[in-house]
């Protein structure tokens, strides 16, 4: 336990009033389990919105593991970020943290059950080690222009948080949205903080309206500031089934310095809720056994929900345009247009139009009606097209492969695989598979068999033969591969043994 200096309901120039107490270290907790449809079709079901660079170099996931640096030296703060994700992010979550450099701790939630479990199960981690921490919940895809701002916001919630109090972040609103929670503001605080009276979850327009202009309320941006005893009792009161098979699914889980995997069977049995649904709402009625507070934060925050709000949050050029990617603009106005795939994509006299281009999708469409790609995309699920759920170039732990093309009963793909690296011992029900080494070595166990393959060298696997593909040089190994059989899906893999612990 650290010794330091806290402020309580003063603010930092009343240095008179500070007194020493002893506190747990903040632990930054990283909710990073969304779909993000709203982007599509960058944004997909097993490469979700957090994963993307879609403002600047980084992805909006390693945006946010830097959020917390450089922050008030007044508070201890964990080393390692808590990141909350689902199985099917957990690699490429792992790559982008190690490639930033952020040793973080992964807890792999076994199925999707939304915000409320999640930050459950980082509040059980938080304490292992006997502390009660105080836990610093932030989306993983939102974006933040303004870090110092953001850290004088968390450093007066966490002294809220450290007297056992709710403290949330919200936004002061400029316009009226009906994509956003309001809170109703109570009780005035010297710091700036306001008593939270009421949590309303995403009102009608003209309700919204209302909201804005009596100035009586701010947007929920989703982050929290908690300690964890506090959040475990909040979840124990009013979602105590979901208490239970958290506890029990984290007690259960296979732990290592990396990741928290909680047992299956107990996790599924929780409830799927948001923290806003299961808790805040909760908290504003009378009577309440638990307060929240609100703190300000005015810092450029943007939950990018929609293409509309990444283009409101990117530099324009003198027509109100902004691009990723090869793009060029002619007579265009606040336009904004992404090349995923590399190709050029030209705009000539468009006006508020969004256009997105990927390597097996192109989407246009008006700015007002950016909503309604949600309904596009349940389309799409609905007549159970690919674009819905993967990329056509998919990482994996050991490389990537990408789908080249693909017809009734036939697919090709080529695959690189990292030096050092290998695929899962496997076989599948339902095709046979050609490879060929298009550059590189490629070690091969076929059934019995083991043996080496050269640049221009070539094998076939049956239909049901275990077989492994790895990579025992020191240069990436590059195959393109047939398949072909009555199914084709990446569901027919049945693994005998990986490295990457995905067996079963």
Same mark, same amino acid.
């Given at each position: 336990?650290?010794?330091?200096?806290?402020?309580a %309901?003063?603010?930092?120039?009343?240095?008179?009033?500070?007194? &020493?107490?002893?506190?747990?270290?903040?632990v930054?907790?990283?909710?990073a389990? !969304?779909?993000?449809?709203?982007?599509?079709?960058?944004?997909?079901?097993?490469? *979700?919105k957090?994963?993307?660079?879609?403002?600047?170099?980084?992805?909006l996931?390693?945006?946010?593991?830097?959020?917390?640096?450089?922050?008030?030296?007044?508070?201890e703060?964990?080393?390692?970020?808590?990141i909350?994700?689902?199985?099917?992010?957990?690699?490429?979550?792992?790559?982008?943290?190690?490639?930033?450099?952020?040793?973080?701790?992964?807890?792999? =939630?076994?199925?999707?059950?939304?915000?409320?479990?999640?930050?459950?199960? #980082?509040?059980?981690?938080?304490? =292992?080690? !006997?502390?009660?921490?105080?836990? /610093?919940a932030?989306?993983?895809?939102?974006?933040?222009?303004n870090l110092?701002?953001?850290?004088?916001?968390?450093?007066?919630?966490?002294?809220?948080?450290?007297?056992?109090e709710?403290?949330t972040?919200?936004i002061?609103? +400029?316009?009226?949205?009906?994509?956003?929670?309001?809170i109703?503001?109570?009780?005035?605080?010297?710091?700036?903080?306001?008593?939270? =009276?009421?949590?309303v979850?995403?009102?009608?327009?003209e309700?919204?309206?209302?909201?804005?202009?009596?100035?009586?309320?701010?947007?929920?941006?989703?982050?929290?500031?908690?300690?964890?005893?506090?959040?475990?009792? $909040?979840?124990?009161?009013f979602?105590?089934e979901?208490?239970?098979a958290c506890?029990?699914?984290?007690?259960?889980?296979?732990?290592t +310095?990396?990741c928290?995997?909680?047992?299956?069977?107990?996790?599924?049995?929780?409830?799927?809720?948001?923290?806003?649904?299961?808790?805040?709402?909760? @908290? !504003?009625?009378?009577? *309440?056994?638990f307060?929240?507070?609100v703190?300000?934060?005015? #810092?450029?925050?943007?939950?990018?929900?929609?293409?509309?709000?990444?283009?409101?949050?990117?530099?324009?050029?003198?027509?109100?345009?902004?691009?990723?990617?090869?793009?060029?603009f002619?007579?265009?106005?606040?336009?904004?247009?992404?090349?995923?795939?590399?190709r050029l994509?030209?705009?000539?006299?468009?006006?508020?139009?969004?256009v997105? +281009?990927?390597? +097996?999708?192109?989407?246009?469409?008006?700015r007002?009606?950016?909503?309604d790609?949600?309904?596009?995309?349940?389309?799409?699920k609905?007549?159970?097209?690919p674009?819905?759920?993967?990329?056509?170039?998919?990482?994996?732990?050991?490389?990537?492969?990408?789908s080249? %093309?693909?017809?009734?009963?036939?697919? &090709?793909?080529?695959?690189? $695989?990292?030096?050092?690296?290998?695929?899962s011992?496997?076989m599948?029900?339902?095709?046979?598979?050609?490879?060929?080494?298009?550059?590189?070595?490629?070690? /091969?166990?076929?059934?019995?068999?083991?043996?080496l393959l050269?640049?221009n060298?070539?094998?076939?696997?049956?239909?049901?033969?275990?077989h492994?593909?790895?990579? *025992?040089?020191?240069?990436?190994?590059?195959?393109i591969?047939?398949?072909? !059989?009555?199914?084709?899906?990446?569901?027919?893999? @049945?693994?005998?043994?990986?490295?990457?612990?995905?067996?079963?």
């Open positions: 336990m650290s010794k330091v200096t806290v402020v %309901d003063q603010t930092d120039n009343e240095v008179a009033d500070q007194v &020493v107490a002893d506190y747990p270290p903040l930054q907790v990283i909710l389990g !969304g779909s993000g449809t709203r982007l599509w079709p960058v944004s997909r079901e097993q490469f *979700p957090q994963l993307i660079d879609v403002i600047g170099n980084q992805t996931l390693q945006a946010t593991m830097g959020r917390m640096a450089g922050f008030s030296t007044t508070w703060i964990a080393a390692d970020p808590l909350v994700c689902g199985a099917e992010h957990y690699f490429a979550t792992y790559e982008q943290a190690r490639e930033i450099g952020v040793n973080a701790r992964i807890i792999v =939630e076994p199925a999707r059950r939304d915000t409320a479990p999640a930050l459950t199960l #980082a509040a059980l981690a938080a304490c =292992e080690d !006997g502390q009660d921490a105080i836990l /610093v932030m989306p993983a895809d939102h974006a933040i222009a110092e701002a953001l850290h004088r916001s968390i450093e007066i919630a966490a002294r809220h948080a450290l007297k056992g709710i403290a972040l919200g002061p609103p +400029d316009h009226a949205d009906t994509g956003f929670g309001y109703r503001l109570g009780e005035a605080f010297p710091d700036g903080a306001r008593r939270m =009276e009421r949590f979850e995403k009102p009608a327009a309700l919204a309206a209302q909201y804005v202009s009596s100035g009586n309320y701010w947007w929920n941006s989703g982050m929290f500031v908690i300690r964890s005893s506090v959040w475990l009792a $909040v979840i124990e009161r979602q105590p979901m208490h239970a506890v029990e699914a984290y007690r259960g889980a296979k732990k +310095d990396e928290v995997i909680p047992e299956a069977a107990d996790f599924l049995r929780s409830p799927s809720d948001s923290i806003d649904y299961a808790v805040m709402e909760q @908290v !504003g009625k009378p009577d *309440p056994p307060s929240a507070i703190v300000p934060l005015e #810092a450029g925050w943007s939950d990018l929900g929609s293409w509309d709000a990444v283009w409101q949050a990117m530099e324009k050029d003198e027509c109100g345009n902004a691009s990723n990617g090869r793009v060029l002619e007579g265009a106005t606040a336009t904004y247009a992404r090349s995923q795939g590399g994509v030209a705009c000539v006299g468009t006006n508020n139009t969004i997105v +281009d990927t390597d +097996d999708a192109v989407l246009v469409v008006d007002s009606h950016v909503q790609i949600k309904g596009l995309v349940s389309r799409i609905r007549e159970k097209s674009e819905a759920d993967a990329h056509r170039k998919v990482r994996r732990p050991w490389g990537f492969y990408d080249i %093309d693909h017809g009734d009963r036939f697919q &090709v793909k080529r695959i690189v $695989v990292m030096p050092g690296a290998r695929l011992l496997q599948h029900h339902h095709r046979a598979e050609h490879w060929v080494v298009v550059s590189g070595t490629a070690m /091969v166990t076929r059934g019995e068999e083991q043996f050269g640049e060298e070539s094998t076939y696997i049956p239909l049901g033969i275990r492994r593909l790895e990579n *025992p040089g020191c240069v990436p190994l590059q195959i591969e047939v398949q072909s !059989g009555t199914y084709l899906g990446e569901d027919d893999i @049945v693994r005998f043994d990986d490295q990457y612990g995905r067996c079963g």
